[in-house]
């Protein structure tokens, strides 16, 4: 008997599931579904893997995983952290600093 069952759609890929996992027996597959950017590991896809892993079938002995696409994982979504960085910098600078100026290098009043 195969299931097959998709992660809720991500913000990221529109109505395209991060997940895609099916149950055979006592294997578990589940794919990584983001080839357009090679399977790298965004926040969204870490926490759906992480309540997969945490909701396993008891009769699960086996769980395999995959990458859609030419590649299996480029590691961890770097644009994401990017964006992550950048803004917590506008967050934290010093009234006045230009956006490429660390607080801690700001001018002195």
């Known amino acids: 008997m195969q299931t097959l069952s998709t992660s809720p759609p991500s913000s990221d890929t529109g109505s395209i599931p991060l997940l895609e996992v099916s149950h055979v027996g006592p294997v578990v597959h589940i794919r990584l579904n983001r080839p357009e950017k090679r399977n790298s590991i965004s926040d969204e896809l870490l926490a759906q893997l992480h309540r997969e892993f945490l909701h396993l079938p008891a009769t699960t002995r086996v769980a395999v995983l995959s990458g859609e696409g030419a590649h299996f994982c ?10 992550r960085t950048l803004s917590k910098a506008s967050r934290t600078r010093a009234p006045g600093t230009p956006p490429s100026m660390p607080s801690s290098s700001a001018p002195s009043p």
């Open 74 to 83: 480029a590691g961890l979504d770097l644009s994401e952290i990017a964006e």
